[in-house]
T-cell receptor, first 111, second 112 residues
Framework: SQQGEEDPQALSIQEGENATMNCSYK?????LQWYRQNSGRGLVHLIL?????REKHSGRLRVTLDTSKKSSSLLITASRAADTASYFC???????????FGQGTELSVKP | NAGVTQTPKFRVLKTGQSMTLLCAQD?????MYWYRQDPGMGLRLIHY???????AKGEVPDGYNVSRLKKQNFLLGLESAAPSQTSVYFC???????????FGSGTRLTVV
């Protein structure tokens, strides 16, 4: 399966700390995407990183991609209680823009 | 600009009943998708469409049908609902090319 696998499955930290989530995959990819899902809501697209990029930033988010290790990481710096959510990596497969999602990392940020 | 709108938000069906879930997007996106999300299973692709009048099967298409008669709408039908179809259903859309998805807020369906 090409499915991205997130690690850890769950992460609990204090406000102000950094949170790091990892995603591993098995085949060659053109890009990798990260999404956030708040409880009971739809997923929200955070970042798309292309295979020729090693690092990308968006506000307090930093994503890295290592195609040789087939892995990506999402770092949230100076976390806030509002960052509490599930985070998913998504891998494109075949044609038609299809994405396969990992199981997600459940992040809890305690005030 | 509403993005992706799903209706209804909640529904309870009896086994054997039929229903249609509606997804509407106002971003002129070419591609649209229906996923289901179940605990421990992540999101699984049911059907998708790469343009008006086209549909294709995803990972778990059995028991579902779809139609995309208009570019902005993507309908998901359950012909004869089963308890195994109890799930949260998400619609998503994106432009052609390498782009992120815009998701709807989901439909929580319970089949009893």
């Amino acid at each position: 399966s090409q499915q991205g696998e997130e690690d850890p499955q769950a992460l609990s930290i204090q406000e102000g700390e950094n949170a790091t989530m990892n995603c591993s995959y098995k085949t060659s990819i053109n890009n990798l995407q990260w999404y956030r899902q708040n409880s009971g809501r739809g997923l929200v697209h955070l970042i798309l990183i292309r295979s020729n990029e090693r690092e990308k930033h968006s506000g307090r988010l930093r994503v890295t991609l290592d195609t040789s290790k087939k892995s990506s990481s999402l770092l949230i710096t100076a976390s806030r209680a509002a960052d509490t959510a599930s985070y998913f990596c998504a891998i494109p497969y075949n044609q038609g823009g299809k994405l396969i999602f990992g199981q997600g990392t459940e992040l809890s940020v305690k005030p | 600009n509403a993005g992706v709108t799903q209706t209804p938000k909640f529904r309870v069906l009896k086994t054997g009943q039929s229903m249609t879930l509606l997804c509407a997007q106002d971003m002129n996106h070419e591609y649209m998708y229906w996923y289901r999300q179940d605990p421990g299973m992540g999101l699984r692709l049911i059907h998708y469409s790469v343009g008006e009048g086209t549909t294709a099967k995803g990972e778990v298409p059995d028991g579902y049908n779809v139609s995309r008669l208009k570019k902005q709408n993507f309908l998901l039908g359950l012909e004869s609902a089963a308890p195994s179809q109890t799930s949260v259903y998400f619609c998503a859309s994106c432009p052609r090319g390498e782009n992120g998805y815009t998701f709807g807020s989901g439909t929580r369906l319970t089949v009893v």
